[in-house]
């Protein structure tokens, strides 16, 4: 739980293809001192997060005259108890808006779209003071940085035109963009039917069959893909039987058709969600079909995801009394969780050093009471004693003449 503050928030009311802003009062915590509480952020939340923000900026610009927030930054994005996200209303908290650390946000070159490039900057701080779980692949933070410099570099040639039609476009296509940074393909229902020819059904049945393991909705984007390629029915049996593992002496053909085109296009991910459903098949075909495949690219898998594959092959040879086999896969799983412990403790550095830092901005912050500061300091200390014995935090004592 965190310290909860009451904050004046936007919220938005829309007329038709207009949009006006009223206020609102909120409990929560500003999104810098989220992180500050929390050691990672669940890749769905921060997807979720990113979406809201880009959101909240299209309507604030759908008001009339088409004005800009200008203020978004870690101090001014609210993050209430349920993880909802909103924004500071920009007048009566001006004094947050337009602090110190705000400036770090500001936007120097008037030919940029202001909060395209606060969005950028925002982004870049979440993903540099947060580690994301599971963790974003390699190609996903490649395309999600390129996202960020276009942000950062974006000109008025590429600002929203005053025009309502441009403009919307222009946001359909930064949500997009979103979407394929991150590696999610969702989009509501209502967005569906306005671009159904330009949605990837099947990368969608993949994505909640992996990531979400919500096998109704794969089974259902598996189908719809069937009107776009063909060879998706096997995909749409094996939703299937993750939904109702019922006998389906159909899915063993499945399988196997999946399994050679997995190999053919040396797909690892078509390979994973093989060996989840074989796994609930419990028969010796099932687990020689897992113990048979290989990963060509396993850096390519999430931490996460790569443990669940090397289980299902330790169980595989396990079932088949492969004991050798079955040691050798289970020595690599602890060597894994070795490993995590590792991370643990280099996260765990990380996330003292952070808070240091973030009290050396807090005590810079002259907006802020002495005995505001000394609340949160406190509360650290409690939460975190062992920060005391920190050479860093006994110098920052020092330095700002602290006593407890």
């Given at each position: 739980?965190?310290?909860?503050?009451?904050?004046?928030?936007?919220?938005?009311?829309?007329?038709?293809?207009?949009?006006?802003?009223?206020?609102?009062?909120?409990?929560?915590?500003?999104?810098?001192?989220?992180?500050?509480?929390?050691?990672?952020?669940?890749?769905?939340?921060?997807?979720?997060?990113?979406?809201?923000?880009?959101?909240?900026?299209?309507?604030?610009?759908?008001?009339?005259?088409?004005?800009?927030?200008?203020?978004?930054?870690?101090?001014?994005?609210?993050?209430?108890?349920?993880?909802?996200?909103?924004?500071?209303?920009?007048?009566?908290?001006?004094?947050?808006?337009?602090?110190?650390?705000?400036?770090?946000?500001?936007?120097?070159?008037?030919?940029?779209?202001?909060?395209?490039?606060?969005?950028?900057?925002?982004?870049?701080?979440?993903?540099?003071?947060?580690?994301?779980?599971?963790?974003?692949?390699?190609?996903?933070?490649?395309?999600?940085?390129?996202?960020?410099?276009?942000c950062l570099e974006n000109t008025h040639k590429k600002q929203l035109k005053k025009h309502n039609r441009k403009r919307l476009k222009w946001i359909v296509t930064l949500i997009g963009a979103i979407f394929f940074l991150i590696?999610?393909?969702?989009?509501?229902?209502?967005?569906?039917?306005?671009?159904?020819?330009?949605?990837?059904?099947?990368?969608?049945?993949?994505?909640?069959?992996?990531?979400?393991?919500?096998?109704?909705?794969?089974?259902?984007?598996?189908?719809?893909?069937?009107?776009?390629?063909?060879?998706?029915?096997?995909?749409?049996?094996?939703?299937?039987?993750?939904?109702?593992?019922?006998?389906?002496?159909?899915?063993?053909?499945?399988?196997?058709?999946?399994?050679?085109?997995?190999?053919?296009?040396?797909?690892?991910?078509?390979?994973?969600?093989?060996?989840?459903?074989?796994?609930?098949?419990?028969?010796?075909?099932?687990?020689?079909?897992?113990?048979?495949?290989?990963?060509?690219?396993?850096?390519?898998?999430?931490?996460?995801?790569?443990?669940?594959?090397?289980?299902?092959?330790?169980?595989?040879?396990?079932?088949?009394?492969?004991?050798?086999?079955?040691?050798?896969?289970?020595?690599?799983?602890?060597?894994?969780?070795?490993?995590?412990?590792?991370?643990?403790?280099?996260?765990?550095?990380?996330?003292?050093?952070?808070?240091?830092?973030?009290?050396?901005e807090l005590w810079k912050e002259e907006t802020i009471l002495a005995e505001e500061k000394q609340r949160v300091l406190q509360n650290m200390l409690k939460d975190n004693p062992q920060m005391?014995?920190?050479?860093?935090?006994?110098?920052?004592?020092?330095?700002?003449?602290?006593?407890?």
């Amino acid at each position: 739980m965190f310290e909860k503050e009451e904050y004046e928030v936007i919220k938005f009311v829309e007329r038709g293809e207009d949009c006006y802003i009223v206020s609102d009062y909120v409990e929560g915590v500003t999104l810098y001192r989220w992180i500050q509480l929390h050691e990672e952020i669940e890749k769905d939340t921060l997807e979720q997060w990113i979406l809201k923000l880009i959101r909240q900026l299209n309507f604030f610009q759908k008001q009339k005259g088409n004005p800009r927030y200008k203020y978004l930054n870690p101090y001014t994005i609210i993050i209430t108890e349920e993880d909802d996200i909103t924004l500071l209303y920009p007048e009566e908290n001006s004094p947050r808006l337009k602090g110190k650390f705000a400036k770090k946000f500001q936007l120097e070159n008037s030919n940029q779209d202001v909060d395209l490039y606060c969005l950028g900057r925002t982004i870049q701080f979440i993903m540099a003071h947060i580690k994301c779980v599971p963790c974003l692949r390699k190609r996903e933070e490649i395309r999600l940085l390129i996202f960020v410099k276009k942000c950062l570099e974006n000109t008025h040639k590429k600002q929203l035109k005053k025009h309502n039609r441009k403009r919307l476009k222009w946001i359909v296509t930064l949500i997009g963009a979103i979407f394929f940074l991150i590696g999610i393909i969702f989009l509501p229902v209502k967005e569906e039917k306005k671009c159904e020819g330009d949605i990837d059904y099947f990368s969608l049945g993949m994505y909640y069959f992996l990531e979400k393991k919500d096998y109704a909705k794969s089974k259902i984007y598996f189908q719809k893909a069937g009107e776009q390629v063909k060879g998706t029915g096997n995909y749409v049996r094996l939703s299937e039987f993750m939904l109702h593992q019922s006998n389906d002496k159909g899915i063993k053909g499945s399988l196997q058709m999946i399994e050679r085109e997995a190999d053919k296009e040396k797909d690892i991910e078509k390979k994973l969600m093989l060996a989840r459903g074989c796994v609930l098949i419990e028969t010796d075909w099932a687990y020689e079909m897992i113990v048979e495949m290989y990963l060509d690219n396993p850096e390519e898998l999430s931490e996460d995801k790569l443990s669940e594959w090397n289980e299902y092959k330790a169980l595989a040879y396990e079932k088949l009394s492969l004991w050798k086999e079955a040691g050798t896969q289970y020595r690599i799983l602890n060597e894994q969780e070795e490993k995590r412990d590792e991370k643990e403790k280099m996260y765990r550095e990380k996330f003292v050093e952070m808070d240091i830092n973030y009290l050396k901005e807090l005590w810079k912050e002259e907006t802020i009471l002495a005995e505001e500061k000394q609340r949160v300091l406190q509360n650290m200390l409690k939460d975190n004693p062992q920060m005391k014995e920190e050479k860093s935090f006994i110098q920052f004592i020092q330095e700002n003449h602290i006593q407890f």
